[in-house]
T-cell receptor
Framework: KQEVTQIPAALSVPEGENLVLNCSFT??????LQWFRQDPGKGLTSLLL?????REQTSGRLNASLDKSSGRSTLYIAASQPGDSATYLC???????????FGKGTKLSVIP | EPEVTQTPSHQVTQMGQEVILRCVPI?????FYWYRQILGQKVEFLVS????????KSEIFDDQFSVERPDGSNFTLKIRSTKLEDSAMYFC?????????????FGQGTRLTVV
């Protein structure tokens, strides 16, 4: 059974700092990996999708990498802003599956 | 920008009552999903739906749950006899192709409180 782990569970950084969020998964047989943002009491906003054949994806200040063989992904946020404060979720689609398996998330606080 | 819309945003119901959660997926999407998130826990998969039938379901999705696409725009989740442990945020999602090939877009969720 696929398990997704995100470390750290919470992170607090000063505004302007670059930061990295980590995600690991136990079964490397995946179709893709998706990073989401969740604001308190709100839905999930898709940030980046990396297909299993890709190594990284970029969108603005966000860069996500994927190392499928080692079961790891990172989300890099450049020049963090207070508006980036949210919980960031990592999720994978396992091969032969129609479902996303989520990690518990990293709660990010960017201090002005 | 197209979005997944869920109604209501919050529903309170008594234990044993039936509830229907409603979703309008993005119009050109063909694959639909329900997930739930119990407070403080991970987002969990419930069911995927394509071509008017269930593609995959989790162990959570037992006989108390059902899904339906009653018309060309709505996608519903019904819980027949709610239990206290059904209290959670329920998310609807949709995608253009199967989720192995494309990103999923989620709604804002319905917070279900069973009392």
């Amino acid at each position: 059974k696929q398990e997704v782990t995100q470390i750290p569970a919470a992170l607090s950084v000063p505004e302007g700092e670059n930061l990295v969020l980590n995600c690991s998964f136990t079964d490397s047989a995946i179709y893709n990996l998706q990073w989401f943002r969740q604001d308190p009491g709100k839905g999930l906003t898709s940030l980046l999708l990396i297909q299993s054949s890709q190594r990284e994806q970029t969108s603005g200040r966000l860069n996500a990498s994927l190392d499928k063989s080692s079961g790891r992904s990172t989300l890099y946020i450049a020049a963090s802003q207070p508006g980036d404060s949210a919980t960031y979720l990592c999720a994978v689609v396992g091969a032969g599956s129609y479902q996303l398996t989520f990690g518990k998330g990293t709660k990010l606080s960017v201090i002005p | 920008e197209p979005e997944v819309t869920q109604t209501p945003s919050h529903q309170v119901t008594q234990m044993g009552q039936e509830v229907i959660l409603r979703c309008v997926p993005i119009s050109n999407h063909l694959y639909f999903y329900w997930y739930r998130q119990i407070l403080g826990q991970k987002v969990e998969f419930l069911v995927s739906f394509y071509n008017n039938e269930i593609s995959e379901k989790s162990e959570i999705f037992d006989d108390q749950f059902s899904v339906e696409r009653p018309d060309g725009s709505n996608f519903t989740l019904k819980i027949r006899s709610t239990k206290l442990e059904d209290s959670a945020m329920y998310f609807c999602a949709s995608s253009t192709t199967d989720i192995g090939g494309t990103e999923a877009f989620f709604g804002q969720g319905t917070r279900l409180t069973v009392v």
